[in-house]
């Protein structure tokens, strides 16, 4: 049997945990399972790379060698903490030294050039995932595991050249993953990588978006045709809610790979949102586990379960920090290409468009975004399209949230979408826009922010979710 295991960075944010993380992988090689690891950076790395980069770009380099001192001193603790041997602990420190020095130099470079580029924010935000990955493949050398490490790019993830969030070629990545691992796989040695890194067609270094280290385990997972990829993480698996929302959510056993892609893009943090689709081609099951939970259920994403009659929805999901923009006027009706024009401008200015909903009458549009993209969005479509004849108003409304409810028992269900709005006008929210998908797998509704926690605690008792399966 041959597993992806990938840690994220709470299961790897100390010494200690670090150890707990060897044990695991440890146990399932003893037990005969050919394993493969794919490490995130520190709890918190990712954020405070960024925080640096743009401080070395704005040219305050006092503030600059002080944060990269409290990193250095951080990942020296842990690999202190995490290493008992005295030859692996000064190997490992030697490395850190080298890493961090080479982050200081490219530090440099954006200082004196006064500009942070996507590529070199790309090269800086690999250094998170290479100077834990360095401490965990101790670690596993260190409890006499035949471990080697290696960068995604190293490892034969190759993808396109948009920096930041970057897309695998994936026959090339397959093509490029087995013959680099999988000879080594079936001799028992086991491939350390880093997440989230890759490596466009020339080597240089890009990112699979943040979250990406568990896009890394499924890419890696697909092109080894492996049996199954494990997430730890620092939850049990999937939610029917939000618990800091609704206390009575529960864990998911298991949910189809449609559904699960349902969840994750509308919000859940379990996942990242591409990371089921490289699964789902394959049909690997994806489990979800807590590493400080090791006797939780856990949540396995898998190929379509049957679907029990009293479990028509799974779960109620919610994405926070979105807007709302209607653009609208008498001259879309009737008109061919008014939308595609709307979503093109917004594309083309890397904005993401969550959700979309039109009137029948062809008179308006609503769509959400990211609350961040709100200026930028309204400016472009007013700047593009008003006092052309063609739309008339470009409204928005900030602080709102979407609202999926998610379950494959959906389909060809009847009454379930009355089921939802009425539950919800019981506890006096307003719906503002309404849309539901053709694969009736969810149902999504925007509200305001005010009314959220509302209309996720009147859902979840609607549809009975806290009670045990």
Same mark, same amino acid.
């Given at each position: ?46 954020? =405070? ?91 596993? #050398? ?26 695998? %070629? ?10 680099? %691992? ?5 001799? &028992? #040695? =086991? ?13 240089? =270094? ?11 385990? =499924? ?18 698996? %999937? ?56 006797? &939780? ?14 479990? #028509? ?10 807007? %709302? ?83 494959? &028992? ?60």
């Amino acid at each position: 049997m041959t597993i992806v295991m990938k840690f994220g960075g709470t299961s790897v944010s100390d010494g200690s945990r670090i150890r707990g993380a060897v044990k695991i992988i440890k146990d399932h090689i003893d037990l005969g399972s050919n394993v493969v690891v794919v490490v995130s950076a520190l709890n918190g790395v990712t954020d =405070t790379i960024l925080e640096i980069a743009e401080q070395a770009a704005s040219g305050n380099q006092d503030t600059v060698d002080e944060v990269v001192r409290t990193l250095a001193k951080r990942h020296r603790n842990v690999a202190e903490e995490a290493l008992f041997d005295r030859e692996p602990l000064e190997r490992t420190m030697r490395k850190i030294e080298e890493l961090i020095a080479e982050f200081k130099r490219v530090l440099g470079s954006v200082s004196i050039l006064n500009e942070l580029s996507a590529r070199s924010q790309d090269y800086l935000l690999s250094f998170g995932e290479k100077l834990s990955t360095t401490i965990v493949h101790a670690g596993l #050398v260190d409890a006499g595991i035949n471990a080697v490490m290696f960068t995604g790019g190293e490892a034969g993830i190759v993808t396109d050249d948009h920096f930041g969030e970057a897309a695998p %070629l994936m026959k090339v990545t397959a093509h490029r993953v087995r013959e680099k %691992l999988s000879s080594m796989v079936e001799e &028992g #040695v =086991t491939p350390v990588i880093t997440g989230y890194i890759a490596a466009n067609q020339d080597g240089i =270094t890009t990112t699979l978006g943040r979250g990406g280290s568990d896009y890394t385990a =499924t890419i890696i997972g697909h092109a080894l045709d492996v049996d199954a990829v494990w997430i730890w993480t620092d939850v049990d698996g %999937l939610m029917t809610a939000d618990p800091q929302i609704e206390p009575s959510a529960r864990t998911i056993k298991s949910i189809s790979y449609a559904e699960g892609m349902e969840l994750v893009y509308f919000g859940v943090k379990a996942m990242h949102p591409k990371a089921l689709e490289p699964a789902l081609e394959k049909e690997i099951p994806v489990f979800i586990k807590n590493t400080f939970n090791l006797g &939780g259920i856990g949540t396995c994403i898998g190929k379509d379960q049957p679907v029990i009659s009293k479990n #028509v929805v799974k779960a109620v999901a919610i994405i926070r920090d979105t807007a %709302l923009i209607t653009v609208g006027g008498a001259g879309m009706i009737g008109t061919p290409g008014v939308a595609a024009k709307v979503f093109g401008i917004l594309g083309e200015n890397h904005i993401n468009i969550l959700m979309i909903s039109q009137s029948s009458s062809e008179a308006n549009i609503s769509i959400i975004i990211p609350k961040g993209d709100l200026d930028k969005a309204v400016n472009l479509l007013e700047l593009v399209f008003l006092g052309k004849g063609m739309i008339r108003e470009v409204s928005f409304e900030e602080d709102v949230c979407v609202v999926a409810v998610v379950g494959a &028992g959906m389909r060809g269900a009847v009454g379930v979408a009355s089921r939802i709005f009425k539950a919800v006008a019981k506890e006096g929210v307003n719906v503002r826009v309404i849309a539901q998908g053709s694969s009736e797998l969810n149902v999504s509704f925007v509200v305001s922010r005010d009314d959220s926690v509302k209309a996720v605690r009147a859902l979840h008792k609607e549809f009975k979710l806290g009670v045990q399966e």
